[in-house]
């Protein structure tokens, strides 16, 4: 059996990125790249579907582990009857395999350890063809090649190549795997101490350039490092997490592969980084943002994989159990091609934040904001959406979506105010005032003094919260504070928001009933504490959020709040970015909930 969520770490190359246990199990690798196939998927499967593992023959007591200050190289402390050593665990930076790297270091005493070493291709389900020597194996399965060379001898049983040695103190036993294609040369050989030198280097380097100096600086680090690790180099492109199929509720179906980047993240993974002093990370988004949606507005899709592929098409592994016999693994989104309407208001958010921090070239970009404005303002009454939760039962007019059409008429209004450039003025600010209106009246229940999930509807939903963060209300409105109230009341179980009710009758994203509750929402709630100035209450909630993060400061999705453990894919860009917004938020009330309304106009 793999382990739960939280006793992961993420190590990760900016291409890709593994999982290992707090036992020293690696049990999840996507090779070459996040949306890849993977070569070790035991943790949605079975030990047999691959996995790597490393630690004493004999443990005693339970393993501490940490990243090496602000990288992501980790260090796991292990004890045994014995004595005690240190695994340190990378993926070396800036090469051009994909490698990773397991040095053994002598603490106290000495240990005998043990190495087995099963990669699985095709997600578990192949088993390679190994050549091995004294020191060294190949394993190849059509266009993927792993190399593994050790310090130690390797011996092969059947399919697993395995290792037994001794750790004494003071020295050092290091294996290194690299991947590669099948038809070509094997690499060269790499020196691991110096690849640990260069690793160490290459992260503290990106760690020292941030801009945030505040009493959160630990954790909002953590989850600077972990963004920049989910982002795929070559294009900049920023993934959801680096899992598939990692359960919203532990035996259930809503197991979804996020391995890839949506849009409606990036006005928030904008804002985020340029807060945090990251311009390069942001300008590198925001250029392959205007890349992947180049075109006709109509085929605009809500996300994209890392190189800016259309195609997610979904389909089932049906050979493997998934986490904790959560059924069906999915590979590929189907989601993707559905309608939701607020991508396109976040896209032209996204653009004027761009255009404010100086991300991307004006002209190219507001040529291409203008196609996807005039596509809102022709499609911004569709009743056929799918909305920001990307339910698979009936659609509707959610809320949450047509805000966002009113956020891309005001943000349009505010590019040709604020930069001068060409477009009918008149025309937004007229299709700005009437959505507005709409929404007023159609979204907002009078007698429960709240804006509801969809026109007409009872149901409350936590994406309400949004309404004064992109400034569609200011704080201060009766009918944002009663919204503030309601959710509170139905949604808020002290520290967790849920998104909505999933139970029989209230349940709308086609789906059985039940999930845990979804941490951004919970982030959301502390940031319209500050916008309404309840400080305090802001505070509490965000340092209780904290608490919830593993020891390595990772979270998930999501957590599942009767077996008080995280679920969902791990880690999860969206809610690191929620943290980093509302610790921002905390520390100066300019901060990020604060700019992003004020750019807004308002009506009376």
Request: charged residues 25%.
């Amino acid at each position: 059996m793999t382990s739960r969520i939280e006793n992961y770490a993420l190590i990760g190359d900016t291409h890709t990125a593994a999982l290992i246990a707090e036992d020293g199990s690696l049990d999840w690798l996507p090779l070459p790249r996040f949306d890849s196939m993977a070569a070790f998927a035991a943790l949605i499967g079975e030990r047999a579907n691959g996995t790597w593992m490393l630690a004493p023959r004999r443990p005693s007591g339970a393993a501490t582990r940490r990243y090496v200050d602000d990288t992501l190289v980790l260090e796991t402390t292990m004890r045994a009857r014995e004595g005690t050593v240190r695994v340190v665990d990378f993926m070396p930076t800036g090469t051009p395999y994909r490698r990773v790297v397991r040095i053994v270091e002598g603490v106290a005493g000495t240990v005998p350890m043990s190495l087995t070493f099963e990669p699985r291709f095709d997600y578990g389900e192949v088993v390679p063809w190994f050549s091995a020597s004294e020191r060294s194996v190949l394993a190849v399965s059509g266009p993927l090649a792993l190399a593994l060379t050790a310090d130690v001898a390797l011996e092969r049983r059947g399919t697993t190549i395995e290792a037994a040695f001794d750790a004494r103190e003071g020295e050092r036993v290091s294996f290194v795997m690299s991947a590669f294609l099948s038809h070509e040369a094997r690499p060269d050989a790499l020196n691991p101490a110096t690849a640990l030198a260069q690793t160490l280097a290459w992260w503290r380097g990106f760690a020292q350039r941030s801009a945030y100096r505040g009493r959160y600086r630990d954790a909002v680090m953590r989850s600077l490092l972990t963004l920049k690790a989910l982002t795929y180099a070559p294009t900049g492109a920023i993934v959801a997490a680096p899992t598939t199929s990692l359960p919203e509720a532990i035996g259930g179906v809503r197991n979804w592969d996020y391995r890839y980047c949506w849009l409606r993240d990036a006005t928030f993974t904008l804002i985020a980084l340029m807060n945090a002093g990251y311009f390069d990370e942001a300008g590198d988004f925001m250029k392959w943002l205007v890349r992947t949606i180049a075109g006709d507005p109509d085929k605009v899709q809500i996300m994209y994989g890392v190189g800016g592929e259309r195609r997610l098409a979904e389909y089932e592994l049906t050979f493997l159990p998934g986490y904790e016999a959560s059924a069906p693994v999915r590979v590929g989104n189907a989601a993707s091609d559905q309608f939701q309407l607020d991508v396109y208001g976040e896209v032209v958010d996204a653009g004027y934040a761009a255009l404010k921090g100086g991300m991307v070239a004006s002209e190219e970009t507001w040529a291409m904001l203008r196609g996807v404005i005039d596509y809102v303002a022709h499609h911004w009454q569709n009743p056929a959406d799918n909305g920001m939760w990307e339910v698979r039962g009936g659609r509707r007019h959610f809320t949450h979506s047509k805000v966002m059409a009113w956020v891309a008429f005001d943000r349009a209004v505010k590019i040709i105010e604020d930069f001068g450039y060409a477009g009918p003025l008149a025309e937004y600010r007229a299709m700005r005032d009437r959505v507005h209106r709409e929404v007023c009246e159609r979204a907002y229940d009078e007698r429960r003094g709240t804006f509801t999930q969809s026109y007409g509807s009872q149901q409350l939903d936590a994406s309400v919260l949004l309404i004064p963060l992109v400034g569609f209300l200011p704080p201060g409105d009766q009918r944002v504070r009663g919204t503030l109230a309601a959710v509170e009341r139905e949604l808020f179980f002290d520290p967790f928001v849920l998104r909505y009710s999933t139970e029989p009758g209230l349940n709308v994203d086609g789906l059985p009933p039940g999930e845990g509750a979804f941490l951004a929402c919970s982030f959301w709630l502390a940031d319209n504490y500050t916008l309404a100035g309840r400080y305090d209450d802001a505070r509490r909630l965000f340092e209780k959020l904290l608490a919830l993060r593993n020891d390595l400061g990772l979270l998930s999705e999501e957590y599942d709040v009767e077996r008080g453990r995280l679920v969902g894919n791990f880690p999860q860009a969206f809610s690191h970015l929620a943290l980093v917004n509302t610790a921002l938020n905390l520390e100066r009330y300019a901060g990020p909930a604060k700019q992003r309304a004020d750019q807004s106009t308002t009506p009376a």
